[in-house]
């Protein structure tokens, strides 16, 4: 495997950063986790976008343009001999010495992993995941705002040592006021009566790319509108069908909640023509890896 790091690649053993980079040290920066399929990075440039963003509330300059990182992202995917596989972008603060102050750090880090990815098993897909609600809350918007995918990860963290001890996969996150965030790592869909609906990000979930996505599919191939609106547990427990959306779960259905069964108990209609289409979508687009 070769990594890039600040314009240079180097083999996995060599590839090092300070052990006063801030990123290290505090959590300071910010990542992206990208998927390639079929020779093409796909949603490349919304996920730049988002770095940026994650980058600008921050305070972080990240030492590239958009393009050149886009470029540098299909090099990595290239050099690897990745067709297939998962990216993960990470900009640290950089190296700095052990005050929280960000002002010594003189230059931010680039990092790029072009890898393999390991996925749910397929049969996950066909019958559906089970999940509960963690008592470790989503981290309120005043404190560290949820739309900022930053390399703090405790909270998630914390959420998912939950769920796995309770020998689940994934874990539902609530708000400060109780109502449903998103996953640890994942964005949370509830159908019910034909309907489609999701948690706004102010209800501290991540603008999600493959949450966009599916808000185009819905409306392109079921003729859906997704309809962002605040939900409890209640909303999840009546749902006739539940899915979460994530750039390394795609889009996996989940069929038991607190004990509940969801729905019939089986992954929904209107969920597998999603997963269908997500499929077939993700096999047509995106920014090629080949120079
Ligand atoms: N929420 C959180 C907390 C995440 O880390 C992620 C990404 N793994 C998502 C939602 C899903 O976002 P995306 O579809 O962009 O991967």
């Given at each position: ?29 910010v990542f992206e986790g990208i998927r390639a399929?079929?020779?093409?990075v796909f949603k490349l440039?919304e996920h730049i976008?988002r770095l940026?963003?994650s ?18 992202t299909?090099?990595a ?8 596989g998962y990216i993960r972008l990470v900009v ?19 990092i790029i992993i072009a890898a393999g990815i390991k996925l ?29 995918k930053s390399l703090?990860y405790?909270?998630n ?27 640890t790592g994942d964005n ?18 991540l603008?999600g790319i493959t949450r ?33 959306t994530g750039t390394a779960a795609e ?41």
């Open positions: 495997m070769k990594i890039y790091i600040d314009g240079k690649y180097f083999s996995e053993n060599n590839a090092k950063i300070s052990v006063f980079d801030h990123g290290l040290l505090y959590g300071d920066g399929y079929n020779g093409r440039e976008d940026f963003d980058a600008k509330a921050i305070m972080l300059k990240i030492p590239m343009s958009k393009e050149a990182l886009m470029k540098a299909a090099d995917c290239w050099r690897n001999r990745i067709r297939n640290t603060r950089g190296k700095g010495d052990l005050g929280l102050s960000p002002t010594n750090c003189k230059k931010a880090t680039v749910y098993p397929e049969k996950m897909y066909r019958r559906g995941l089970e999940m509960i609600t963690v008592p470790t809350m989503r981290m309120p918007a005043a404190a560290l705002n949820p739309a900022i703090n405790l909270n963290i914390l959420a998912k040592i939950e769920a796995q001890q309770c020998g689940v996969l994934e874990a539902i996150m609530l708000n400060s006021e109780g109502y449903v965030a998103e996953c949370v869909f509830a159908i019910r009566g034909g309907r489609i609906r999701t948690p706004p990000v102010y209800a501290g979930a603008g966009q996505v599916v808000f185009q599919l819905a409306r392109e191939h079921l003729g859906v509108e997704v309809e962002e609106v605040n939900m409890n547990r209640y909303d999840l427990y009546t749902a006739d069908e539940c899915f979460v889009i996996i259905p989940f069929v038991k909640l607190d004990g509940r069964v969801v729905g019939n108990g089986k992954p929904g209609e209107m969920t597998r023509r999603l997963i269908q289409a997500f499929r077939e979508l993700t096999q047509e687009e995106g920014y090629p890896i080949r120079p």
